[in-house]
């Protein structure tokens, strides 16, 4: 009795430790299979973030709706993601002068000039246009549309004399840039408590000049596009200097490693192609009945 109690106990010890062995190899290769699944998952996560590409860009080309028109049919036709970051022309370029973007979608052509003659950028090329506008309060308390006739200089003066509230970008931005430029050329420089400087994208400008019942410069994609959600109204416009032109730059690849400079190329092929320059010229009519962009790629 005593010999089948021993080897009924030995027989249990063994099968107990072939299932613990058993379950410690399962769970070696369940923990093998894991770590490589995890390791694919990372390096899939690498090979995507190199697909991905970075755009500079405006916060009027992102206010007015153009992206979210567009961009789309790029990640359809490429497979490349874009991330956006919206700014002023002025961090773009900054963006792109410190590695941080990979290609720039920006309205400056001065500054864009500049930065690929410096070697920042492969090369600036035209995309679009639109133009600038003044727009105030429905009762133009400066009478800007009577005393102006059109005239962005004469504007401006009546400005300085009435010294009606004007709310500046304050951004570096290229509304902001245009603005100081207007000025400057005017042979004026605003100062004093009706001049306001927001240090703001063009959406949060907007609607601070209708709190304020103010002035101020914007370009005129964005004002259409909250048109309906202010009670402010264009009072000068058609000055040939208001003229806005719009260029997208390539980063310079020798930066950083990080530049994916074959997404960004692609990016620029495929915003100068006749469907996308198209797609351009077809955003905003259906809703404002005229482009809010003009394309005119070379």
């Known amino acids: 009795m005593k010999a089948r109690n021993k080897i009924l106990i030995l027989f249990l010890i063994l099968t107990l430790s072939v299932t613990i062995f058993t379950g410690c190899e399962d769970e070696t290769v369940k923990n093998q299979e894991s ?21 500079a860009t405006t916060t009027s080309t992102e206010n007015s709706g153009l992206l979210d028109f567009i961009l789309p049919s ?115 420089e605003p100062k004093g408590d009706w001049y306001v400087s927001a240090g703001k994208g063009m959406g949060d400008v907007i609607q601070m000049a209708n709190e304020l019942l103010a002035y101020t410069m914007s370009d005129r994609a964005t004002y259409l596009s909250m048109k309906d959600k202010i009670e402010l109204e264009i009072v000068v416009e058609g000055d040939p200097k208001l003229f806005n032109q719009y260029g997208v730059i390539p980063v310079n690849p ?6 994916n400079h074959e997404g960004a190329k692609a990016f620029v092929d495929w915003i100068l192609s006749e469907n996308t320059q198209k797609l351009i010229g077809e955003f905003g009519k259906e809703k404002f009945g005229q482009p809010l962009f003009i394309p005119n790629a070379k």
């Open 74 to 188: 790029f990640t359809e036709e490429t497979g490349i993601e874009i991330k956006v970051v919206p700014v002023g022309t002025g961090k773009a370029l900054q963006m792109g002068r410190e590695g941080e973007a990979d290609v720039l979608l920006v309205h400056a052509k001065s500054s864009e000039e500049e930065f690929v003659e410096k070697g920042h950028g492969t090369e600036r090329l035209d995309v679009m246009y639109n133009d600038f506008v003044i727009i105030g309060p429905k009762d133009d308390p400066a009478q800007l549309s009577e005393k102006a006739g059109g005239n962005v200089t004469n504007a401006l003066k009546v400005l300085m004399e009435s010294q009606n509230k004007f709310v500046s970008r304050g951004d570096d931005s290229g509304t902001h840039k245009k603005e100081k430029k207007l000025w400057e050329e005017a042979g004026m």
């Open 254 to 259: 020798d930066k950083t490693d990080k530049i």
């Open 35 to 55: 770590g490589e699944k995890l390791k694919t998952t990372e390096e899939d996560k690498d090979i995507t973030h190199k697909d991905d590409i970075i755009l």
